[in-house]
């Protein structure tokens, strides 16, 4: 299944994942993107309003996210990177 911003495109999502687990961009990472990342790994989605709150079984924290525009919050990012790390879940991907 595809999800929003990603398409097929396996390299794309690792390119991604890689800057947001960098750090170095936190303000230019596409919403839709990061969105499509937390979906791949295994996270669910639910909408209120315009906040998506990603929840993932075996990951006490919840995530609250709002775009700003087309684009995630560098302060979110940040979250969902400690959230990765913490929970190692960006290595399961490969």
């Known amino acids: 299944m595809a999800h929003a911003g990603l398409g097929h495109n396996g390299i794309v999502a690792d390119s991604i994942l ?3 687990l ?3 961009s936190d303000a230019n990472i596409q919403f839709s993107n990061l969105r499509a990342i ?3 790994l295994g ?3 639910r ?3 315009s906040h998506h709150i990603f929840s993932r079984e075996g990951v006490d924290e919840i ?3 709002q ?3 087309s684009m995630a ?3 979110q990012v940040k979250q969902v990177r400690k959230v990765l790390v913490q929970y190692k879940l960006a290595e399961r991907t490969r």
């Open 63 to 65: 995530l609250n996210l």
């Open 18 to 20: 890689a800057r947001v």
């Open 43 to 45: 996270f669910e989605e």
């Open 67 to 69: 775009p700003r525009d």
């Open 73 to 75: 919050k560098a302060y």
């Open 47 to 49: 909408t209120k309003g």
């Open 38 to 40: 937390l979906l791949r």
């Open 22 to 24: 960098r750090g170095s």
